[in-house]
């Protein structure tokens, strides 16, 4: 049974002994060996933590990873990797240039592209009408071709399947699955774990213990996926809370907990582009019914506060990395939400702060300091993908 506290915030009343299985033990060790690999720092906000009466607050600021300005990378570098090995395990000794199809609202589309451009392959990636023009930018100058389609993300993801499936050879690359498309979306989440365990030894550099509350900004909920995974596998970590973000745009996540079933949701424009994503991934929905604390939708200008106090606090962050902060305090301004995630004055919260500002230019004027450019960071190379 679950209880709903507000238009906004959603309290998930989880099997508290549910488990799951955990990630594959390699992924860290497979990022690890990517040249150009670095934990993103893990920074700590005192007014933050003063603001909402708890201990301590930290922001996991993925502005750059990878060389690129948002976690992604760590998916669709593990995913590519599993699937070329698939490709030679399957006899090609010497797998010739693949082509990867994928749909984006931006940063997945940008990562794909620049691993295919890495490893010499190429990759044909589907975005719908309301990407902004320099994301699409961005992800041609990785050498990908950028083909735009009317209606939604979800009508995206279509366009890119029947494309794949119209060319043989073709690999789909997507960050979300339904019926009958599981296996890639499985490689990309457990590729997002990385994250997860640099924090953990982030946190133990700290003298600290797990987290009493971790909040991930969700669109299709792989990500989030990802965190439940690993909260939820492991026994000295089944404390930790979990709760959403997401914009009120496109709640598909708090929409599902509340009807109890994957549903989908009309969508509209939101800075937070990313996270403009109307139906939950068939693989992610189980876990986050099953193991998230609770879901909070918030407003673009909530969003845009948050990024102001984020960037005091000298965190440079991108609207969707703004939507972690905007859906905590969200969530513990309403009555008994505290008390639900066992949150109180000495807890230990941490914001996963999905991308920085030059991911997203989405809201952020004409001083956006988007890169239209491929980034000049140095780049992981093939070393780990054989």
Same mark, same amino acid.
């Given at each position: 049974?679950?209880?709903?506290?507000?238009?906004?915030?959603?309290?998930?009343?989880?099997?508290?002994?549910?488990?799951?299985?955990?990630?594959? /033990?390699?992924?860290?060790?497979?990022?690890?060996?990517?040249?150009?690999?670095?934990?993103?720092?893990?920074?700590?906000?005192?007014?933050?933590?003063?603001?909402?009466?708890?201990?301590?607050?930290? &922001?996991?600021?993925?502005? $750059?990873?990878?060389?690129?300005?948002?976690?992604?990378?760590?998916?669709?570098?593990?995913?590519?990797?599993?699937?070329?090995?698939?490709?030679?395990?399957?006899?090609?000794?010497?797998?010739?240039?693949?082509?990867?199809?994928?749909?984006?609202?931006?940063?997945?589309?940008?990562?794909? /592209?620049?691993?295919?451009?890495?490893?010499?392959?190429?990759?044909?990636?589907?975005?719908?009408?309301?990407?902004?023009?320099?994301?699409?930018?961005?992800?041609?100058?990785?050498?990908? $071709?950028?083909?735009?389609?009317?209606?939604?993300?979800?009508?995206?993801?279509?366009?890119?399947?029947?494309?794949?499936?119209?060319?043989?050879?073709?690999?789909?690359?997507?960050?979300?699955? !339904?019926?009958?498309?599981?296996?890639?979306?499985? !490689?990309?989440?457990?590729?997002?774990?990385?994250?997860?365990?640099?924090?953990?030894?982030?946190?133990?550099?700290?003298?600290?213990?797990?987290?009493?509350?971790?909040? +991930?900004?969700?669109?299709?909920?792989?990500?989030?996926?990802?965190?439940?995974?690993?909260?939820?596998?492991?026994?000295?970590?089944?404390?930790? $809370?979990?709760?959403?973000?997401?914009? +009120?745009?496109?709640?598909?996540?708090?929409?599902?907990?509340?009807?109890?079933?994957?549903?989908?949701?009309?969508?509209?424009?939101?800075?937070?582009?990313?996270?403009?994503?109307?139906?939950?991934?068939?693989?992610?929905?189980?876990?986050?019914?099953?193991?998230?604390?609770?879901?909070?939708?918030?407003?673009?200008?909530?969003? /845009?506060?948050?990024?102001?106090?984020?960037?005091?606090?000298? +965190?440079?962050?991108?609207?969707?990395?703004?939507?972690?902060? &905007?859906?905590?305090?969200?969530?513990?301004?309403?009555?008994?939400?505290?008390?639900?995630?066992?949150?109180?004055?000495? $807890?230990?919260?941490?914001?996963?702060?999905?991308?920085?500002?030059?991911?997203?230019?989405?809201?952020?004027?004409?001083?956006?300091?988007?890169?239209?450019?491929?980034?000049?960071?140095?780049?992981?190379?093939?070393?780990?993908?054989?």
């Amino acid at each position: 049974m679950s209880a709903v506290s507000a238009d906004r915030w959603y309290a998930n009343r989880r099997d508290r002994g549910w488990t799951c299985p955990p990630v594959p /033990a390699n992924v860290l060790a497979f990022h690890r060996s990517l040249d150009g690999y670095a934990p993103t720092p893990l920074v700590e906000l005192p007014a933050v933590a003063a603001e909402l009466g708890v201990g301590r607050v930290f &922001a996991k600021d993925e502005s $750059s990873r990878l060389g690129l300005p948002a976690f992604k990378a760590l998916g669709a570098s593990w995913a590519m990797h599993r699937a070329l090995a698939e490709l030679s395990a399957a006899g090609r000794a010497e797998v010739g240039p693949v082509t990867f199809v994928t749909a984006t609202d931006g940063n997945h589309g940008r990562a794909v /592209a620049r691993t295919a451009r890495l490893l010499g392959h190429q990759a044909r990636i589907t975005v719908p009408d309301g990407v902004h023009p320099a994301a699409i930018a961005a992800i041609e100058a990785e050498g990908a $071709s950028v083909a735009v389609v009317g209606g939604s993300y979800d009508d995206a993801v279509a366009a890119a399947a029947r494309d794949a499936a119209a060319h043989p050879g073709a690999i789909l690359l997507q960050d979300t699955a !339904w019926p009958g498309y599981e296996t890639v979306p499985a !490689w990309i989440v457990e590729g997002y774990a990385t994250l997860f365990a640099e924090l953990d030894e982030q946190v133990r550099a700290r003298d600290m213990q797990a987290p009493d509350l971790v909040v +991930v900004p969700v669109g299709v909920g792989s990500l989030a996926q990802a965190a439940v995974a690993h909260y939820r596998s492991r026994p000295d970590q089944a404390r930790t $809370s979990l709760i959403s973000a997401e914009p +009120v745009t496109a709640a598909c996540a708090f929409a599902s907990l509340r009807a109890g079933r994957a549903v989908t949701v009309p969508t509209a424009v939101t800075t937070m582009a990313g996270l403009n994503c109307g139906t939950p991934s068939s693989l992610a929905w189980p876990y986050l019914r099953d193991g998230l604390d609770g879901a909070a939708a918030v407003t673009d200008q909530e969003a /845009a506060a948050a990024g102001a106090t984020l960037r005091a606090g000298g +965190v440079d962050a991108g609207p969707c990395g703004w939507a972690a902060l &905007a859906a905590v305090r969200r969530a513990l301004a309403e009555p008994g939400a505290r008390e639900h995630l066992g949150v109180g004055e000495a $807890s230990v919260l941490v914001l996963i702060v999905t991308e920085g500002a030059a991911a997203n230019p989405a809201g952020l004027g004409s001083a956006s300091p988007y890169n239209h450019q491929a980034s000049a960071a140095r780049p992981f190379t093939s070393r780990g993908f054989r």
